[in-house]
Every structure is written in C-alpha cells, then in structure tokens.
C-alpha cells in the first residue's frame, strides 16, 4: 500500500459527459501528480501541484483540469469527454518535486 | 528538453535467465533524478529506485542491478536469475530539477518483460 488513495477505481461514463476523480495524497505529501495512462501507452503527465499551487504542466488538454485543495487532496475534473479520454487515471505523491512518486492504484475511466 | 527513451518495447526471456533493459535520457539539467518503476499485470505501479545525477556508483539489490552511465546517458536495469514474478512493464523515468517544488516526472514508454517458466 503506497499511502496514496485514489477513487473512484472505475468509472464508467458517455461522450461528452463530466467526470471528476480525487486522490489523496500520502500523510505529509505536499506534491500531487496527475498521469495519463492510456491502452499500451506509456504515463503521461498532466499536471503538478505543489501545497496548493500549480507548479508543472504537462499534455493536459484545455478539458481537463485540476485543483489542490488546502487540505492537500487534489481533483482532476474531466470535462466534455470523448472516447480517447478511456484510460487508466494515476495519482501520486511525493514529498517535494523531484522526489520519488508514490502512485495511487489508478481510477480507470470508459467512456462508451 | 527533457526525454527518456526505452527503445525495446518487450522483451521476453526464460526463467533463470538474466535480462537488462535498457534506458537513454535526454535531459539539460545539470542535476536531476533518474527513476524505475515496476507495473504488474495487476496495474499499480511500484517503485524500485532513485538515482541522483551525481551518483555514479552501480546499485544491487538482490537479484536487481542498476548501471549508470553520465557519459552515455544511460541508466540500464538487470534482473538476474530472473523470474516468473518479474514479469511486468518496467517504466525508467527522469526529474529535472533538485528536490525542487516543481518538476515534472517524465517517463519512457516502458518496456514489457515475459518470463517464461
């Protein structure tokens, strides 16, 4: 158990739908991470935050977005969905940039 | 910019058998990190190792070894006496930066290791 709490672990939803996944960081993290992990793809990142504030960004698309709220648990809302959005959704932590990531056991997202 | 490159996209090898994957990065940072994880079939990705641009010195752990190399910016990964519960996807992964902030974790495209029994 990496301490890293994603949810949901499944969701499945239609095109053009919203969907908003949470994770919660490891006790003490102050870094959350959002990956992109989509079928025989590697990880792609999305977004950093780091206590609160946006601190890297990746391919994410201008659908997608994502907060860091003060009690350190991040959400990544995905908006107007399309079918290439299906992927397995990763979360981490670590204790500063740079640091080594704890990852979440993913949300995996369908859309039909 | 930064880039990891892990060229073999599957390799597969028999039980007992020693295999490395290789794994070439890209980076102008003078410090940075340099990373493996392990995916199993059951989809969570675990960490195996950090390694910081200035430590050059090789790492073993048990039946895993890392190599790396400034000069040909490599950082390759051996399992020796391999087995049938190292079968996985094995991402190699780079951070710029020094235990900044900010800093993105960008991962290669993994590798995927069979092991046959």
């Known amino acids: 158990d990496s301490g890293v709490t994603q949810t949901p672990k499944h969701l499945i939803t239609a095109t053009g739908q919203r969907v908003t996944l949470r994770c919660s960081p490891r006790?003490?993290?102050?870094?959350v991470y959002w990956y992109q992990q989509s079928l025989d793809q590697g990880l792609q990142f999305l977004i950093q935050?780091?206590?609160?504030?946006?601190?890297a960004k990746g391919n994410i698309l201008e659908r997608f977005s994502a907060q860091q709220f003060p009690d350190l648990h991040s959400e990544l809302n995905l908006s107007s969905l399309e079918l290439g959005d299906s992927a397995l959704y990763f979360c981490?932590?670590?204790?500063?940039?740079?640091?080594?990531?704890?990852f979440g056991e993913g949300s995996r997202l369908t859309v039909l | 910019a930064q880039k990891v490159t892990q060229a073999q996209t599957e390799i597969s090898v028999v039980e007992k058998e020693d295999v490395t994957l290789d794994c070439v990065y890209e980076t102008r940072d003078t410090t940075y990190y340099l990373f493996w994880y392990k995916q199993p079939p059951s989809g969570e990705l675990v960490f195996l190792i950090r390694?910081?641009?200035?430590?050059?010195q090789n790492e073993i752990s048990g039946r895993y070894s890392w190599n790396f190399q400034k000069s040909t910016s490599s950082f390759n990964f051996t399992i020796t006496a391999s087995q049938v519960v190292d079968s996985a996807v094995y991402f190699c992964?780079?951070?710029?930066?020094?235990?900044?902030?900010?800093?993105?974790?960008?991962f290669g495209s993994g590798t995927r290791l069979s092991i046959r029994p």
């Open positions: 992964a780079l951070s710029g930066g020094w235990y900044s902030s900010a800093s993105k974790i960008i």
């Open positions: 006790s003490g993290d102050l870094s």
């Open positions: 981490a932590s670590s204790a500063k940039g740079a640091g080594e990531l704890f």
């Open positions: 390694r910081n641009s200035f430590d050059e």
């Open positions: 935050y780091y206590n609160g504030e946006e601190r």
